[in-house]
């Protein structure tokens, strides 16, 4: 599955303490399942593999992998827990919850086991500042039911809060190759929010804030974004220049104006560059209406 295609969707959350000694049946959970241990301890058994856990202990399990939890017989652990998929998989018709578990191997439907990440991430590790953790926890505890009319709003500020979860989760667990610098994602956000307002600086502007030299600017651009800033900013005018020649009934020279381009002749030169033919010969064979 294509990361474009991964949308996250939390279905369960919530805070779950052992007992003394308590032991969970070797299951299998048909979405994704985060682990935070508040406090407490205990191990978790998984593919062969032992880990002991602690306050701060953060247990990642994919989709459909075979694990089973034993809690400490004198300090029992804490479990600030959530099911989800990295994309929604609609089992309302063979489940009657969402984060369904089975503990039985042989009445696993695998047809119905969530999607896996392409990339690889820890099973164990131990976080920091363990309340901000917590609280972003909070922020999406919801019950294991599906949604229906009356909760449906409330689910949607749950899984926006469970999006900056991911965010904040994935920006500590992935490696560094595959995720863009944060420095520049925030540029990236700031610099489309210049070109839709208008208010585009000039580049030094951007680099110089960052504190760092134009040519490590521009390879740290091209690494994120696959192109030049200055192929970037071309691009985005372009796309938006598109949609006009499609949509509106302005000019060839309008539109070119609108968007920033120096003349009718550089516009159409880059247009061209891209799409293979001229603004008007774009338009025509689109043959869309035009909005008036």
């Known amino acids: 599955m294509d ?12 805070k779950y303490p052992f007992s003394k000694s308590q032991a969970s049946n070797n299951r299998i959970c048909y979405t994704s399942s985060l682990y935070l241990i508040s406090e407490g301890r205990g191990t978790i058994q998984t593919g062969g593999r032992t880990y002991e856990t602690e306050a701060g202990s953060l247990v990642f399990i994919p989709a459909g992998q075979l694990h089973h939890w034993v809690a ?20 309302r018709v063979d489940f009657t919850d969402p984060s369904r578990i089975c503990f039985d191997v042989n009445t696993l439907t695998p047809s119905l086991i969530g999607p896996q990440f392409p990339y690889s991430l820890p099973e164990h590790v131990k976080v920091e500042k363990l309340q901000i953790w917590m609280d972003f926890f909070e922020k ?33 667990a992935l490696k560094e190759e595959h995720i863009p610098n944060l420095r520049m994602s925030k540029l990236l956000d700031r610099l489309d929010q210049d070109l839709v307002l208008g208010n585009l600086q000039s580049l030094e502007t951007y680099y110089s804030e960052l504190g760092i030299s134009r040519g490590y600017f521009f390879d740290l651009f091209k690494q994120v974004t696959g192109v030049s800033p200055t192929q970037y900013v071309i691009q985005f005018r372009i796309n938006r220049a598109k949609e006009d020649l499609l949509y509106t009934n302005l000019n060839i020279t309008e539109i070119a104006e609108k968007h920033g381009f120096s003349s009718i002749h550089y516009f159409s030169k880059l247009f061209r560059k891209i799409y293979g033919q001229s603004p008007r010969e774009y338009r025509e064979e689109k043959n869309v209406r035009p909005y008036h």
């Open 72 to 91: 400490d017989s004198q300090e029992p652990m804490v479990h600030i827990c959530c099911y989800f998929d990295w994309s929604y998989i609609a089992r």
């Open 3 to 14: 990361l474009a295609e991964f949308h996250p969707y939390v279905y369960y959350a919530t």
């Open 140 to 172: 999406f505890y919801t019950d294991n039911c599906y949604t229906n009319e009356k909760t449906y709003i409330r689910n949607l500020r749950i899984q926006s809060s469970f999006q900056q979860f991911i965010e904040f989760f994935l920006t500590f």
